[in-house]
């Protein structure tokens, strides 16, 4: 997903997950992103929130999302979720949720890549 000066915005489908952290794959060095937790019907779960989403700066293929007033995911309940992701000026290439604290899927990762010795990410 791209963006430019106008944010862009994508909402998941309901989604139910194991693990309790947010990560990105993603390319806004010179913009932003930011990420908002909503329940089914479409109403923010707090503090998951945008405004208080810490915004990221980044351009890296495993950046965490925090919230101000939550330390992970966990108040949600595990789902089902909606992720609202709302980048400016930069581009959102895949997410994940994983009970890794340090962002491993513990999915397949295809062909591997590096500091991969087989084919999931453990």
């Not at 963006?3 to 010179?30: C, M, Q, S």
């Not at 995911?73 to 789902?79: D, E, I, N, R, Y």
């Not at 581009?91 to 590096?114: C, E, I």
Request: aromatic residues 8%; contains cysteine.
């Amino acid at each position: 997903m791209d963006a430019g000066d106008t944010p862009g915005e994508l909402i998941t489908r309901p989604l139910t997950f194991k693990g309790d952290h947010l990560f990105v794959n993603v390319e806004a060095p010179e913009g932003l992103l930011q990420v908002e937790a909503l329940d089914r019907e479409g109403r923010v779960i707090e503090p998951y929130s945008m405004e208080r989403c810490i915004p990221v700066h980044e351009d890296e293929i495993c950046v965490p999302i925090r919230w101000r007033g939550a330390a992970d995911l966990s108040a949600t309940g595990g789902g089902p979720v909606r992720l609202r992701f709302r980048p400016t000026n930069g581009s959102l290439y895949a997410f994940w949720v994983t009970p890794d604290p340090g962002g491993k899927s513990h999915g397949y990762v295809a062909s591997g890549g590096p500091g991969f010795s087989g084919p999931r990410d453990v």
